[in-house]
């Protein structure tokens, strides 16, 4: 390996290492801080459908003589005025992805477990009826506690996921970090 790629890579694998830092201590602050994390969350989804409504309004009229016309039309309206009811009312739009969230846990823990008895005869089918008890007992914390989690919620399951992206970042970069060095010294032994 020459000096320029070991280098090279060794530069990308820091810059790894330094964002999955920065990621999970990002994530502990949006723990840290859930209220304003669950606002920034929803926030970002509507902007998220703004941008998707103008892009399938966008859609709509490049291909208006194609048929559907008017069900494009109504979609893209669709997307831009929920993203727009989001952002201009963060409070009920809070309430109501948590509202949502708790009902796709509640519905994906059932299909979950009426997989997992149709599994039953498999090897190891236990693990998808705990995945699903797990998922609809989440699911119903989430319910049962509305709306009184939803202020917190969001923001705190954002910081875990970016907590465990950060984590698995740095793993990784280790990881590599060793594999590079193993790789060094075997090339030039001393």
Known sequence: MTADVSRDIKKNVNGSLISGVILSILGVIAIAAPSLS?????TWIAVILIFAGF???VYATQTRHQGGFLWKLLLSGLYIATGIMLFVYPSTG???LTLLLGSFLLAEGT???I??????PQENWTWILGDGII???LGAMIWFQWPFN???LLGTLVGVSIIFTGVSRVMLSLNAR????STNEAANPT
């Open 111 to 113: 299909f979950e477990l």
């Open 55 to 57: 892009t399938k309004l």
């Open 135 to 137: 998922t609809l007992v």
């Open 150 to 152: 939803a202020p917190w």
């Open 94 to 96: 809070i309430l109501t």
């Open 115 to 120: 997989l997992a008895f149709k599994l039953r």
């Open 178 to 181: 060793s594999t590079l060095n």
């Open 38 to 42: 669950t606002l920034f969350a929803e």
